[in-house]
């Protein structure tokens, strides 16, 4: 007999989603004026979870609004200490109330409960920690005597890490004296109006934090309003263009962080265990629905068969299913549009000549899943090389010299993050200081603390997030102060 | 993985091939190890991994107050650890002193293993014609599994070669008895050196590898247990020869137990899975696997008096 794990899941008993969700606009839920709602779905059973409303524009000039008499009311004359207090307060409740928001981010994304208990919920109260702890310390930040907010941050998130990157937004936007209008991903909303009533039990004052939903127009409102002083966006570079092109011209201060395709690359003298583990953390983890995934892996000739068999004989124990069961590593694809996008992707890689590999999973009959797939043989030119696929797809190519493993990982219009796995420290140094990539990872792949800033280069985006650095995002520079408190007072 | 051509034997030859074994990075080992026990085993899977678990423990008594009544005692409950239900397994094996060894013998027939802790356990500061005079001892006395401690000062000094040949005249005195190396990674202290010291007693003959001597405060750890399942999955694919496993000291738990099964079945695989491949090196373990299975039968604990004590 085999030793065959028994489904362990993770009760959904312990969170109540309601029918329909409003709009979290100056600390109540609200109906929106449109009338209009939408579906959010399960990925993994395709059942509705809840209705959730479809902000307009008096809607987001609503929230704009309350935000911007917080700001000016509440939150940008109180004390740092005193904004500490709330955020600290609700990096709290999310440590309480931590597994009710693991089991509705998986109900609502289709990621693992292992992963959305043990990494996104943890690190999104780590990060509220961390920026409580600056906002009585802004002085000492490096950013002047006495650093001052922006005013209103419209803030608009991705669905690949729905409550993660609401805390990489709202946290540093807080601490700073600022206040937020957050619009989440159409696909993955409830996690963070579950945070807006984390918000009401903290009795954070009304209107400092404003979430809306609704899709890519509600986004657009936001990014458009004259009333918003900076836009944070996290999601496709596309995207990311239209909003840089709709801010030119404005007093807006922008950050993104958009798509990436990272080179993780082994040389011959790795920890080769140890690296194969990096690899699957590099672009399994969360589907590979993660912008710095090492979807590139670059392997040095001498190692490339042995490591990639070592790989392949990895991936046969990752256990793909439902994304409640503890032992489950593997979940299911956020929409079914983005797996229409990998399946494209797939079929052009088989089509371009790469020679295609797929873990053997059983595949659930609903929800829409896709089983970790390598592609070996690919050269530089081939799409799945140079386009972001966000899903559990792997390209493999070689490299013979250092030099060439550089020109390799920078060929490419991203620059998010690199992996470089080597034993010897000085080569570290050496292609750390070549690679052009904002997240540089050593022996290791796709951690995460609030203490490191986060962010990109060329078209993965600019700004960063996370460390004393993201402070910088939601702060004045002393020699923009002048101009923005004439345009805005 | 490079090929072995011929036995290497010489210091210097098997320096070479020790040192060219991929390095292992503790952080991510330990980062491994940290990841897979969060696999929660639960219901059936648990009640075939605790009837697993008991089957794989080498009850062992290695205490410089052993007499030949606990021996017995010992014995008897390697044989029936739970007089009140039959249907429980009995162990792999007893571990005991070469001195005991025969009366081990005699208390347990042929129904299990006798193994013998051999060459001046647990620190191996002795001659060689000392050691092998214990293993042949403890042979003759009815052991027919003997564990091993190999000289760590010689390993720590690079001195390969010598370990080696202690290695091969061990198990040349061991006859048909199978060889167990404890390595005392606890000693060792680097995942590079049990990597090096576990292909270092693979190459010279060892049936087993075995983590500790439980007489050192460290003992079996899962990212040593990683590593070393690693080498044996490594070794296999290399020579098509299964080399057993077996951690010692510190797994009390029935907890802890399962967590090794899960790393053997995502680390060497399920042939592993297996007590002619891997053992327990433990005392108190089976207690609370005997716990662990009543309170899958009646449904709650039923404490500690209700398991016998031996």
């Known amino acids: 007999m085999t030793f065959e794990y028994a489904p362990a899941l993770e009760s959904r008993a312990i969170v109540s989603i309601a029918p329909s969700y409003g709009l979290f606009i100056n600390g109540e839920f609200v109906d929106p004026t449109s009338g209009t709602m939408f579906k959010t779905i399960n990925p993994a059973t395709e059942e509705v979870l809840a209705e959730i409303s479809e902000a307009n524009q008096s809607d987001v000039n609503a929230a704009v609004n309350s935000a911007r008499r917080a700001f000016e009311r509440t939150w940008s004359v109180m004390s740092g200490r005193d904004r500490a207090k709330y955020l600290f307060r609700i990096a709290r409740l999310l440590q309480e109330r931590a597994r009710e928001f693991a089991v509705l981010e998986t109900l609502d994304n289709g990621k693992p409960i292992r992963e959305s208990r043990d990494i996104d919920v943890p690190l999104a109260a780590a990060h509220f920690f961390y920026y409580a702890g600056w906002a009585d310390k802004l002085e000492h930040a490096g950013l002047g005597p006495n650093p001052q907010a922006l005013g209103v941050a419209g803030q608009i998130i991705p669905w690949n890490f729905p409550l993660l990157m609401l805390a990489w937004k709202i946290a540093p936007a807080l601490a700073c004296g600022n206040t937020v209008v957050l619009k989440p991903a159409e696909t993955t909303s409830l996690t963070a109006l579950l945070f807006a009533e984390v918000c009401q039990q903290a009795d954070l004052p009304p209107g400092v934090v404003n979430i809306i939903t609704g899709a890519g127009d509600t986004g657009q409102m936001i990014v458009e309003h004259d009333g918003i002083n900076k836009i944070a966006f996290t999601g496709s570079t596309d995207v990311g263009k239209s909003i840089q092109r709709a801010l030119a011209g404005t007093n807006k201060k922008l950050t993104l962080e958009l798509g990436g395709k990272a080179a993780n690359i082994i040389f011959d003298d790795a920890p080769i265990d140890q690296a194969v583990e990096g690899i699957v953390d590099g672009i399994f983890f969360n589907q590979g629905h993660v912008c710095c995934a090492g979807s590139r892996l670059l392997l040095q000739e001498s190692i490339a068969e042995e490591t990639i068999e070592a790989l392949k004989r990895r991936l046969q124990t990752l256990r793909l299913g439902d994304p409640l069961d503890k032992n489950t590593d593997i979940g299911a694809i956020n929409s079914r549009e983005q797996l229409n996008k990998i399946h494209q992707l797939i079929k052009s890689g088989d089509d371009e000549g790469a020679e295609r590999w797929t873990a053997p999973c059983e595949i659930p009959e609903k929800g829409w899943w896709c089983a970790p797939t390598v592609f070996t043989n690919v050269t530089a030119a081939h799409r799945i090389a140079r386009e972001e696929i966000f899903g559990p797809v792997l390209s493999v190519l070689t490299f013979r010299t250092a030099d060439e493993a550089v020109e390799k990982a920078n060929n490419t219009p991203f620059g998010l993050s690199a992996g470089i796995w080597t034993e010897k420290g000085s080569r570290i140094l050496w292609m750390a200081n070549q690679l052009r990539a904002g997240v540089i990872w050593a022996n290791t792949f796709n951690r995460f603390d609030p203490t490191s800033p986060f962010g990109g280069y060329k078209e993965s985006g600019f700004g960063r997030e996370g460390g004393i650095q993201g402070l910088g995002a939601y702060l004045q520079s002393a020699t923009d102060s002048d101009v923005h408190a004439k345009g805005m007072s | ?310």
């Open chain 2, 1 to 310: 993985m490079q090929k072995v051509a011929e036995p290497l034997t010489t210091t210097g030859a098997l320096r070479e091939f020790l040192h060219a074994l991929p390095g292992v990075d503790e952080v991510g080992a330990t980062a491994r190890a940290a990841a897979l026990s969060t696999r929660s085993i639960k219901n059936e899977a648990k009640a075939w991994a605790i009837d697993l678990a008991i089957r794989m423990v080498d009850l062992t008594t290695l205490e410089g107050m052993d007499t030949p009544a606990k021996v017995r005692a010992m014995c008897a409950k390697a044989l029936r650890p739970d007089p009140t239900d039959p249907t429980v397994p009995s162990v792999a094996a007893v571990c005991v002193y070469g001195d005991m060894a025969a009366i081990a013998r005699a208390s347990v027939g042929a129904a299990l293993h006798v193994a013998a802790v051999a060459t001046a356990f647990p620190s191996g500061r002795a001659s060689l014609e000392v050691k092998l005079h214990d293993v042949r001892d403890a042979v003759a006395a009815g052991a027919d599994e003997i564990d091993m401690v190999i000289d760590r000062g010689a390993f720590l000094a690079g001195n390969y070669g010598l370990v080696n040949e202690q290695i091969v005249a061990v198990k040349a005195a061991c006859g048909t008895a199978h060889l167990k190396v404890i390595l005392e990674t606890g000693e060792l202290r680097t995942l590079d050196n049990v990597r090096r010291a576990s292909w270092l007693a693979m190459m010279a003959g060892a049936d087993f590898i075995k983590t500790s001597t439980g007489k050192v405060p460290v003992a079996a750890t899962p990212p040593v247990a990683i590593v070393m399942l690693q080498a044996v999955r490594d070794y296999y694919a290399l020579t098509g020869t299964r080399i057993g496993v077996k951690p010692a000291g510190g797994i009390r738990t029935s907890k802890d137990a399962i967590k090794y099964l899960v790393l053997i079945k995502e680390t060497a695989g399920e042939a592993w899975l297996t007590p002619d491949l891997f053992r327990f090196g433990a005392s108190t373990l089976l207690n609370d696997l005997l716990m662990q299975r009543q309170r899958m039968a009646i449904g709650h604990y039923s404490g500690p008096d209700y398991v016998t004590i031996d």
